[in-house]
């Protein structure tokens, strides 16, 4: 059974670009949550999706940061117009369901703003 | 407010003895969940224990055990036999109240284990 996998495993984008993450959920599981963890800091929670829904998006940045979990195909992470502060890791983790089941996480996307 | 601290940036263990990395938490929420993660230097985020609010006994897995003591509000994890692979940053986290997997992460705590 695969874990969570995230694509790509690093990305470098210069300021103004456009950065896509990705991100399968383990098999069954249908609840995918974005974090992100800037440099010698803990995660912090970005976006909660279920298929087709954004349920709480209290963690992103109101301007160019965007989130999908469509019916068919994996989780966008969006980021668009990138700047410096944007470089960070960004983590997706999911779970079976919305409850207190631990959150399997992927190896992350390591974001870097040139 | 809802919040996790742990207080030790760094620590130092002798290879197989035991280590224990603390953690407090703030809830005002009856119903919580605390998690243990291990960050190893290559990145990917391992789960590694779970305690429920409610679980009657510490959570245990392997090496790992959770000595939760509910009234200190504290979630320290014990690692015993340390292993020279167990060094690492080590994340204690707390799901939010609002019923799914909205976790607040404390800052970390590397540990390095050496031989």
């Known amino acids: 059974n695969a874990g969570v996998m995230q694509n790509p495993r690093h990305l470098v984008r210069r300021r103004g670009q456009e950065a896509r993450l990705r991100c399968s959920p383990m098999?069954?599981?249908?609840?995918v949550y974005w974090y992100r963890q800037l440099p010698e800091e803990g995660l912090k929670f970005m976006v909660y999706?279920?298929?087709?829904?954004?349920?709480?998006e209290s963690g992103m940045p109101k301007e160019r940061f965007s989130a999908e979990f469509p019916k068919e195909g994996p989780s966008i992470l969006r980021i668009q117009q990138v700047v410096r502060g944007d470089s960070a890791a960004y983590f997706c983790?999911?779970?079976?369901?919305?409850?207190?089941?631990?959150?399997?996480f992927g190896n992350g996307t390591r974001l870097t703003v040139t | 407010a809802q919040k996790i601290t742990q207080t030790q940036p760094g620590m130092f263990v002798q290879e197989k003895e035991a280590v224990t990395l603390d953690c407090t938490y703030d809830?005002?929420?009856?119903?919580?969940?605390l998690f243990w993660y291990k960050q190893p230097s290559s990145g990917e985020m391992i789960f590694l224990i779970y305690?429920?609010?409610?679980?009657?006994q510490n959570a245990t897995e392997g090496r790992y055990s959770l000595n939760f003591q509910k009234a200190r509000k504290s979630a320290n994890l014990v690692i015993s036999a340390s292993q020279l692979g167990d060094s690492a940053m080590y994340f204690c986290?707390?799901?939010?109240?609002?019923?799914?997997?909205?976790?607040?992460f404390g800052a970390g705590t590397r540990l390095a284990v050496h031989p």
């Open positions: 983790a999911s779970s079976p369901r919305a409850d207190n089941s631990p959150l399997h």
């Open positions: 098999k069954g599981h249908s609840h």
């Open positions: 999706l279920q298929k087709e829904n954004i349920i709480d």
């Open positions: 809830t005002s929420d009856p119903s919580y969940g």
């Open positions: 305690q429920g609010s409610y679980d009657q």
């Open positions: 986290a707390m799901r939010f109240s609002g019923g799914y997997n909205k976790l607040i």
